[in-house]
């Protein structure tokens, strides 16, 4: 079967330059990229297989914001700002946890029900016209695809719903059963000292693969190609080379990896790499399913966040793959670090005159051209005053 999804002609004539240098040290365009990309697009949070109770919850700080998704006693998974309608503090403190019955504020202690709905405040009587109904936790927008739990900060937004975003892709996937996977080590974090464009830029092309990731080269090399963003979605795939093996993870990766019953033969000995404007990637192995995502903390730092799934009856050998997998990812992102700083860092020299990207790299193109779509002073080659910014951008997004 032939591996493409959708079959994309590379244009023969190309604006091959990458965004403007200056877009990277930017705060004033951070706060653009937060309100235009992050707070609007949807964002994964987690799975629903960290949450499986009553009383599970999950949290996520990032862009300013506090997301709370609880599993109610109905065992529905719900979305809230994690601010109490008090005097706005965290209801919950911990990034994952089981709050049994109701969610009680630390701060002084108003409950609010599983459901979001508030039960009550402490010491009732000093709040004599409070009306409970009004002061419910505030919902988010969430939506759960094939078991990942997406969330909106900002209700409505530039996208549809994440189902039918994902529509070109879902055949592909759900040969995985992602919703009836578990959690294999849980939620990770990491904070990489780069503007979160540069790490994005990094995993959007597969051009750097033979050079920098001896251990990927060495499972796939060749065979690794991307499809552009489309629609807010990419998708790159790579199928094991038949001679794969000079390293000692990806040799006992493919001795080991047992064969993959329940995925079509093009899938079997299959990495596939689905992105998701802006800022997430949600991969599959025949052995687990992952995300990962990155955050902007600041213009120069970023938080890294995913986790990987495995299936519930996993067998030893699956697990021993799934293992091997792991630390070739691992790796990868380390070598991906090294590269994303080297590149962020010469756009405060005075010499960088801006990427030349080579066909391999048009996924780069096609996720700036979808920035640029949300942030049209990206178009400006020479960065405008930070003061300037927002307005700028607002005239420039009235007119397109
Ligand atoms: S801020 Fe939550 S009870 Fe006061
Ligand atoms: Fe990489």
Redesign the pocket.
């Known amino acids: 079967m032939n591996p493409h999804l959708r079959d994309v002609a590379i244009p023969n004539d190309w604006d091959r330059r990458g965004l403007p240098g200056w877009s990277y040290h930017s705060d004033a365009l951070l706060e653009l990229e937060k309100e235009h990309v992050f707070r609007n697009h949807w964002q994964i949070v987690g799975h629903v297989c960290d949450i499986p109770d009553a009383g599970d919850y999950l949290t996520m700080d990032v862009v300013g914001e506090r997301a709370l998704i609880v599993r109610g006693k109905d065992g529905v998974v719900r979305g809230f700002n994690n601010m ?6 965290r ?1 919950v403190a911990d990034s994952q946890g089981n709050c049994k019955n109701a969610l009680v ?6 409950v609010y029900n599983l459901d979001g709905t508030l039960r009550g ?2 010491r009732p009587r000093s709040f004599p016209d409070l009306d409970k109904t009004e002061f419910g936790l505030m919902p988010l927008d969430l939506e759960v695809w094939m078991g990942f739990i997406f969330v909106r900060f900002r209700n409505g937004g530039p996208q549809p719903s994440v189902a039918e975003l994902m529509k070109p892709i879902e055949p592909e996937f759900s040969h995985y059963n992602a919703a009836d996977m578990v959690p294999s080590w849980g939620i990770w974090t990491q904070k990489t000292p780069v503007n979160w464009k540069s790490v994005r830029d990094v995993d959007n092309e597969g051009y750097h693969v033979a050079m920098a990731h001896p251990a990927l080269q060495d499972l796939y090399g060749a065979t690794y190609f991307d499809e552009p963003f489309i629609n807010g979605v990419s998708r790159s795939f790579a199928t094991y080379n038949p001679h794969a093996g000079r390293r000692w993870s990806v040799k006992n990766y493919v001795k080991i990896a047992p064969e993959p019953t329940h995925l079509p033969d093009y899938l079997k000995k299959a990495w596939v790499y689905y992105g998701i404007f802006p800022n997430a990637v949600i991969s599959v192995m025949p052995e687990s399913v992952q995300f990962y995502q990155e955050f902007p903390l600041s213009t120069g730092e970023t938080l890294l966040r995913g986790a990987i799934y495995r299936y519930r009856d996993e067998s030893r050998e699956q697990a021993a793959a799934r293992y091997l997998s792991f630390r070739i990812d691992r790796d990868t992102m380390a070598e991906d670090v090294q590269l994303s700083v080297w590149s962020n860092e010469s756009m405060l020299s005075e010499a960088f005159e801006g990427f030349y990207l080579s066909d391999l790299e048009y996924g780069v193109r096609t996720h700036h051209d979808h920035l640029r779509k949300m942030l049209p002073v990206l178009g400006l080659e020479t960065a405008p005053e930070e003061k300037d910014m927002w307005n700028l951008n607002d005239a420039l997004r009235s007119r397109s």
């Open positions: 109490c309608r008090h005097r706005g503090s209801v504020c630390p701060f002084h202690g108003w405040a402490a």
